[in-house]
């Protein structure tokens, strides 16, 4: 019943939360205190989220708060503004607050071993949500999805806009390029960049190797191409540069990998800027791009045939089950764990719970997306929550 209860709320709590994020102008608020929830005679649950500059991480935000909630804790939700020294204070305070548990998505996952001492010596669970924290042994429990398998349906889905496979996998054994294509890591310091990095580059590299894929610039090592704190800004920088040094004499790119939205839509801002599209229909078509999240500006950048593909992640899963995990610790129970090898953070593996993820395409925006509540026609239309 409980159960029940807590995805119901999660449900309403993701709708409002995403109601109430308004696409741009996003952060304004960020590092300020959400305050603390209703009842709370469970006690009180520290919840770390790492920005609002990303409608995603208001949703599990707000989704995490609002499961707790129903559950009977109090919650002292925080956003770090992306400034590692704001979100270990943040934590800090938690822990002086008298938090029983603690949820984080941190900014810098090798920065909180402090923070994380601290918790083990007050005896205070701590669950790493979406990313990994590490370098610490007190990190006790991982909710997030399969990262690895991320990174292969990203460069899957390039390879289905190359035309090198269809869209159900099968190899198109005539379509054999060569195509250029130039690649995009997250931020080193979130250990998800370098899952999605390794997936992805495990899958396209027998393209690479036969000759279907070639990337003239060169920068194909993941420190290249990093984009520090997943900024849109950096993003468009560095595809302004590579389309300087790379394509001036008329040579044409074929597709981008990206690994999140936010990262695209500065690919795109530069590829536009450039003369390409504005769309993949166009005379000179944008590249494939890809993406992670299913922001609402970039499935409304898919739907009108601008930006290829997304990763859709249900954050309302993943906050359901970071509450189901801290109740689980709470009533003196190791949580549930369906992976125990994948995730060593440098000290210890941490035990973990993953969810899978699907690829969004113009023709599936309706099934995955829509037809499940996470965005309306509306919003999509719009191109804003
Ligand atoms: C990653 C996360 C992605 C994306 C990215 C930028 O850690 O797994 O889904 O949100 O951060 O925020």
């Known amino acids: 019943m409980r159960r029940k209860l ?64 129903e559950a009977g804790f109090e919650v002292d939700l925080q956003y770090g503004n992306d400034d590692i020294p704001t979100q270990q204070s943040q934590i800090d305070q938690m822990i002086t607050k008298g938090a029983k548990l603690l949820i984080v998505a941190s900014i810098d996952g090798t920065a909180l071993a402090n923070q994380l001492q601290a918790a083990a010596d007050a005896g205070i ?41 269809d869209e159900d996998g099968t190899a198109v054994p005539e379509v054999t390029g060569p195509f250029n294509v130039e690649l995009f890591a997250g931020s080193l310091d979130d250990n998800n960049a370098h899952f999605f990095w390794k997936g992805a580059i495990d899958t396209l590299q027998p393209y690479i190797d036969e000759g279907v894929i070639t990337v003239p610039s060169g920068q194909t090592d993941i420190e290249q191409a990093a984009t520090l704190r997943w900024q849109q800004e950096t993003a468009q920088k560095r ?15 074929d597709a981008v990998l990206s690994p999140y939205d936010g990262i695209s839509r500065g690919i795109i801002t530069a590829l536009q800027n450039a003369g390409y599209g504005p769309s993949r229909s166009d005379a000179n078509p944008m590249p494939v791009v890809t993406g992670q999240d299913a922001e609402i500006a970039s499935v409304k950048l898919i739907q009108d045939d601008v930006q290829f593909s997304t990763i859709f992640k249900d954050t309302r899963k993943l906050a359901e089950q970071a509450v189901v995990s801290a109740e689980q610790f709470l009533d003196g129970e190791d949580p549930e764990a369906n992976d125990t090898e994948t995730y060593d953070n440098g000290v210890k593996v941490v035990p973990s719970y993953l969810l899978t993820s699907d690829i969004v395409y113009a023709n599936n925006i309706q099934s995955l997306l829509i037809d499940t509540g996470y965005w309306t026609a509306e919003q999509v239309e719009k191109g804003q929550a």
Request: net charge negative.
């Open 6 to 69: 807590t995805i119901a709320a999660i449900g309403a709590t993701l709708a409002l939360g995403l109601a109430a994020c308004s696409g741009g102008g996003a952060g304004s608020t960020d590092g300020a205190s959400e305050g603390s929830g209703g009842g709370g005679e469970g006690g009180l649950v520290g919840v770390a989220m790492p920005t609002q500059t990303s409608e995603r991480w208001i949703a599990d935000g707000d989704a995490v708060k609002k499961g707790l909630e």
């Open 125 to 165: 669970p701590v669950i790493a949500y979406d990313r990994l924290i590490r370098d610490s042994e007190n990190v006790d429990f991982y909710v997030t999805f399969d990262n690895y398998n991320v990174g292969v349906q990203q460069a899957t889905s390039l390879l289905v806009g190359l035309g090198v496979l």
């Open 239 to 253: 595809m302004e540069d590579l389309l300087t040094s790379t394509y001036g004499g008329g040579t044409k790119l």
